[in-house]
Nanobody, 121 residues
């Protein structure tokens, strides 16, 4: 599975962005998908995850209520809608795929290249 994230950019605090992650391959629907982010000088952290069928989602406390993860298996794409953005959301955002049940970065099977999100105050 190859993943390509897009949709990042510069936005003012309080604004919104929607990230997309397009996947290649016919087995996309078998994978749970997640979004992670990494700010300068910090470790990569889990942001949101969605089960293979889309029926189960999980969010980090820092984004709960502001971000929404979704997927369209017909389009081999997973999305991250980010609302009420804050300067502390500034990071490179990565999408990842897993067949496991853990959302720790070390258990992800595949990673996409990141997309930069910058939130100005």
């Amino acid at each position: 599975v190859q993943l390509q994230a897009s949709g990042g950019g510069l936005v003012q605090a309080g604004g919104s962005l929607r990230l997309s992650c397009a996947a290649s391959g016919r087995t996309f629907s078998k994978y749970a998908m997640g979004w992670f982010r990494q700010a300068p000088g910090k470790e990569r952290e889990f942001v949101a995850g969605i089960s293979w069928g889309g029926g189960s989602t999980l969010y980090s406390d820092s984004v709960k209520g502001r971000f929404t993860i979704s997927r369209d298996n017909a389009k081999n794409t997973v999305y991250l809608q980010m609302n009420s953005l804050k300067p502390e959301d500034t990071a490179v955002y990565y999408c990842a795929a897993t067949l496991g049940s853990s959302w720790s970065p070390e258990y992800m099977y595949y990673w996409g290249k990141g997309t930069q999100v910058t939130v100005s105050s």
